[in-house]
């Protein structure tokens, strides 16, 4: 059996330098194992990696044609404790200069979503949905 877990997402970057600040001014701890040609950062439960794009798709034996700044088809997405975090979180991203996408604004599930674009153009959602924090503060949506 394939355990169900995701530990680390790594995004493909153009400008290390660019990127690096982008998520060191958001707070993000960055781990000691960063280099000049790779970084990753702590989340919880999950490690954020940057790594050179190119070097990256070579790893990967996949092609780098039609692909950059155009949306992927994948979002990432960082869940919020309250419905009022999502938009206090996206005023701090603007301040951060990060794309907002799509401002807050409720949504037809029942939560509250809004949408931000990296330096790189990665997508993110920050969400916050009834019901997926336990009293803990652990995430538990779809447990």
């Known amino acids: 059996m394939i355990p169900a877990r995701r530990t680390v997402v790594t995004l493909g970057v153009q400008d290390m330098p660019a990127m690096r600040a982008f998520y060191r001014n958001l707070g993000w701890r960055e781990k000691k194992d960063s280099s000049d040609g790779f970084a990753s950062f702590l989340l919880e439960g999950a490690i954020l990696a940057l790594f050179p794009f190119e070097e990256l798709a070579q790893d990967g034996r996949v092609p780098t044609s039609d692909v950059g700044r155009a ?50 153009g990665n ?21």
């Open 71 to 120: 949306f992927r088809g994948i979002t990432l997405a960082v869940n919020v404790e309250t419905k009022e975090l999502v938009d206090a979180t996206i005023d701090q991203l603007r301040a951060n200069g990060a794309a907002i996408t799509k401002e807050p604004e409720d949504a037809s599930w029942g939560g509250r979503s809004a949408y931000f674009a990296d330096p790189e």
């Open 123 to 143: 997508l993110w959602e920050v969400a916050w949905a009834p019901g997926a924090f336990d009293a803990e503060g652990k995430f538990t949506w779809g447990e």
